[in-house]
């Protein structure tokens, strides 16, 4: 770990791309509002300047307040309970092989009832070296916070955290508030930046006010849009943008699509239930951060409830009371497959020669 003055200073440096949008933000206001509209004199009528300014400060205030709260909310951390103690530690560190190591973090997960369903490429839970905890499902590491953060989507310069599990509704539509301000800022500069190059314009501060007012909105519009288009696709999808390059890993393997519930259910995840705060820069996401459902639940749970939305009335009429069942009475080892089965089960075979042909019958055991 580097001493305290490099930290500090490496601190205060991180902090500069958040200066640097602030400015801008703070220049465009007074370029906008106080020049534009008030001192220059550009604007032709007085209704014009009222309808410019109130539909200029919605925008400006929820770009504003959405990126203070990607900013400023704490990104989630990994709770205790997934934390190895001393013991354990030693115990994982002096292993003596991985498959030790994968038993040691299997039953400290069974004892501690841990939702965890994500794996490495070899099927172990997955564990931190640096923060010595087995990490969350959709939790990762990051250098730059140091510790490892829930559903962590990647660590932002420009909002100077980590865009996670507890901001990362924050994040999405500070973009797409951030889009709106700069492409309303364009769009109703047009026409004095029209007029400024037609000769129309006079004043050489009001000259670059608007000359760069209207093309520093013009490029951040062009770079937002894809930005926020990405992050829209990664939302309606279920993926952080770590997820996007590298699959989560389940005990079927890797998918992409492990954590996807449908677009509805997908958005409903990170904006919540509740309609009239979607899109307010309000914490309304559903679950812990620390398990999350998959695929693979919400199909058995969408076929159970179609199971369970048959209607008696309208079925086909079954037989019997639901207790005992008629059988087929038959010698178990006159059942060719069956009796291969058995035979291999008992005298722990690999291999048995099927009856019909000369061909050999494998037989593996998928539980």
Known sequence: MPPAPVRWCMALVRWFP??????????SYYAYVIYMCFVSGVVDTVAEQVILLLLYHPFFLFFGWSYWQAIYTEPGKTPKQFYLSEQDVARFESSENEEQQRQILAKLVRDRNLPVQCRTATGAYRYCEKCKCIKPDRAHHCSMCGTCILKMDHHCPWVNNCVSFTNYKFFVIFLGYALL??????????KYFIRFWTGGFHNDLGRFHILFLFFASVMFSISLISLFG?????TLHNRSTLESFRAPIFRTGPDKNGFSLGKRANFQEIFGDD??????????SLGDGLSFPTRVDANVASSYN????TNPATASPSFGDGVTYPTRTEDIDSDTLLGARQRWAEEGGEEETSPVGTSKVHLINER
């Open 18 to 27: 958040v200066v640097f949008i602030t400015a801008v933000v703070v220049w």
């Open 181 to 190: 301000y700069c492409l309303y800022v364009t769009l109703t500069v047009l």
């Open 230 to 234: 990405y992050h829209v696709f990664l």
């Open 275 to 284: 309609r009239k705060k979607w899109f307010l820069p309000v914490f309304t």
């Open 306 to 309: 179609t199971m369970s939305e």
